[in-house]
């Protein structure tokens, strides 16, 4: 078998759970170099954010005592100046709540970008730098990945989100695969990738998310009556608004998603190389299979061992190597006895 085999054996056979504790395992050793730039991306997000909806938020801090009477009134007395006050108030809410969403998830995904290919390689051994990396990962594909993730997951959490697990399910890969170079077709390759594992990605996000899910609900019971007493709705009045009080405020608020920035892309990376050394494993070793009866008769040989045809498997000192997990198979059989994959070819 090549040198390269057992490399790739190493990374393509690993369990879910084992891809889960190899991605914290890179988290933490990967954590100080990531998270300056992801971190930064993360607090110019919230900077950009708060300019944006500044206005709208002092629109609503404005008609909020306004909106909690007519709560508190009988449904039946209701004008329609009331419903007209409380349609505003929810297209306040729901615009601000948008555009909020969607500075974050876009500035999230161009830092996952832009570290991705360095994470790759580092993940694999490869001799890789992180400015280098980095730069290479700044060029015009970034915009279609944004539009695709970005924009797409943000426009479908608003429609209850169902269209963003789709969307995180089949082509989260898109922000490796657009800057790879053996990638000419990047949105169809993330799909390619991400085929039949659409469970598994979307398990990566649910663990990185319910990690920072439960440390920021513990966070919040200690510190929410520190926020509560700091913060001030004049901070919004354009006569006096306070953009760094503002954000102060969303950076402590946040706090706890900015230490764990790194962890999904350190999660995802570790499956997504599993993945792909997966299928680039199966393909070259299976075509041998489903090659005529006439091709078994000729053995691959190395310094230690050869493989047979399935017709002389049962001889002594016979036997097959799996073209999925590269175990030596010594009995005639349909299923690998390792990874339990179905072979190609008639018993």
Request: with cysteine; aromatic share 18%.
């Given at each position: ?22 991605g ?27 300019l ?91 915009i ?34 657009y ?30 998310n ?71 494993s ?7 299979y ?58």
């Amino acid at each position: 078998m090549s040198e390269a085999y057992p490399r790739m054996e190493r990374y393509s056979n690993k369990r879910f759970s084992e891809v889960i504790s190899e991605g914290f395992r890179f988290f933490g050793k990967n954590y100080l170099t990531l998270i300056v730039p992801l971190g930064l991306f993360l607090l110019i997000s919230l900077i950009i954010k708060n300019l944006l909806v500044a206005d709208l938020v002092w629109q609503s801090i404005q008609i909020t005592p306004a909106i909690a009477d007519i709560l508190n009134m009988d449904p039946s007395a209701l004008t329609n100046e009331d419903l007209s006050l409380m349609m505003d108030y929810l297209a306040l809410t729901l615009y601000s709540g948008f555009i909020s969403g969607l500075i974050i998830t876009i500035f999230n995904v161009l830092a996952m970008c832009l570290v991705s290919n360095y994470l790759y390689n580092k993940f694999i051994g490869n001799e890789t730098k992180f400015f280098s990396e980095f730069k290479k990962a700044i060029n015009g594909k970034l915009i279609f990945v944004i539009l695709l993730l970005g924009v797409g997951i943000s426009i479908g959490s608003f429609l209850l989100f169902i269209p963003s697990i789709f969307i995180y399910g089949y082509y989260a890969f898109y922000v490796f695969t657009y800057n790879s170079d053996d990638s000419n077709q990047p949105v169809k390759d993330a799909r390619e990738i991400a085929r039949k594992s659409f469970w598994k990605i979307i398990g990566v996000f649910v663990v990185s998310n319910l990690i920072i899910a439960i440390i920021d609900f513990f966070f919040h019971l200690l510190i929410d009556d520190f926020l509560i007493q700091f913060y001030k709705t004049s901070w919004f009045n354009p006569s006096s608004r306070n953009y760094g009080m503002i954000i102060l405020y969303d950076l402590i608020y946040y706090i706890v998603d900015f230490i764990f920035a790194p962890l999904f892309i350190c999660l995802l990376t570790s499956l997504y190389v599993s993945l792909k050394t997966r299928k680039e494993s199966v393909v070259p070793y299976q075509t041998s299979y489903t090659q005529t009866p006439q091709s078994y008769g000729t053995p691959y040989r190395d310094e230690s061992s050869s493989i047979k045809s399935i017709d002389a498997v049962d001889k002594p000192g016979s036997g097959l190597y799996c073209p999925f997990c590269g175990q030596f198979v010594k009995s005639k059989r349909r299923f690998c006895p390792n990874c339990g994959e179905q072979f190609n070819f008639e018993i």
